[in-house]
């Protein structure tokens, strides 16, 4: 069993942290989730895994030191993908092929344990992927809890250095994508915020009722293209998995929550809210109590 962080150094210049920043925040915050893990999920048999790509040595000796298990993982080649962050993204496939572990619960750098992670490892799920779905997405990038398939992330693998997508018929070209239901969020799969760039870009009355009727649409999520999209299609579409989509899970027997997404077991520190970028006394800023209460551990 493990809890994976994939990290991918960015050649090009920091977006939001001066360069000389860079080392010290991204250590401050891998410490900051290895803490939290520490605290909630440190169970007999669980390793706190750091995925890694472009880091200097010391970061990784500095890591190793704390505790952290660390794991050099590929990515696609940034010319053939043609994004950087897309490509780096997609560190978290390797996951897939962490087959020494019987599960993997992959998340992201802002995702913060704040109670017991006991059900994540213990709690039994026949489906190869367990993920949550919101009117964004129906995957969560930042919470998927996988069993590693050696084929699955060569199929994952093989598809990203291609970069076998499209808008119109997803990855592999396997035709237009079903949403999966979500009763929290009954018109979600008809959100078509990412089809509104104007006029030209609107959905059609034919799109709408489509969606609307059968749960049809083309591939327009967000992170269809990297993370979402491709685990979404290797883990439920490609025949190599099946994928269950929960907004939380309970116990059958106690009605308890056992695991999820969201609280009551994690803080995720969305946009402009991470740590690391928090300004004090932002205006707009919608998770700024969350960042908050976060620092104020």
């Not at 043609?82 to 496939?93: H, M, P, R, S, V």
Request: with cysteine.
């Amino acid at each position: 069993l493990a809890v994976a962080i994939g990290v991918f150094k960015p050649k090009a210049v920091a977006r939001i942290l001066d360069k000389d920043a860079l080392s010290d925040t991204f250590r401050c915050a891998m410490l900051m989730a290895y803490l939290a893990f520490k605290i909630h999920g440190d169970l007999p048999g669980v390793d706190f895994v750091v995925v890694h790509k472009n880091l200097a040595q010391d970061d990784v000796d500095f890591l190793r030191d704390a505790g952290m298990k660390t794991m050099e993982g590929y990515t696609p080649p940034v010319e053939t993908y043609g994004d950087e962050f897309g490509a780096g993204a997609l560190i978290k496939i390797n996951a897939a092929a962490m087959t020494q572990y019987e599960r993997v619960l992959i998340l992201d750098m802002d995702m913060f344990a704040v109670e017991s992670l006991r059900g994540h490892f213990l709690h039994e799920f026949p489906e190869s992927l367990l993920t949550s779905a919101h009117s964004s997405s129906p995957i969560s990038g930042n919470w998927l809890l996988v069993r590693p398939d050696i084929k699955a992330f060569q199929e994952m693998k093989r598809l990203a250095e291609t970069f076998d997508w499209s808008f119109e018929r997803g990855w592999a070209g396997k035709g237009l994508m079903v949403w999966p239901a979500l009763p929290h969020e009954p018109g979600a799969p008809c959100n078509a915020g990412y089809l509104n760039g104007g006029d030209e870009c609107r959905p059609t009355a034919f799109w709408l009722e489509r969606c609307r009727r059968y749960g049809i649409t083309n591939w327009v999520h967000m992170g269809v293209w990297e993370v979402q999209g491709i685990f979404w299609y290797v883990y439920n579409i490609s025949g190599l998995g099946t994928a269950r989509v929960v907004q939380d899970y309970h116990d059958p027997a106690t009605g308890a929550q056992v695991l999820g997404q969201g609280l009551p077991h994690w803080w995720h520190m969305q946009g402009g809210c991470k740590p690391w970028i928090f300004k004090e006394g932002a205006e707009g800023n919608i998770k700024q109590e969350w960042c908050v209460r976060a620092q104020s551990w």
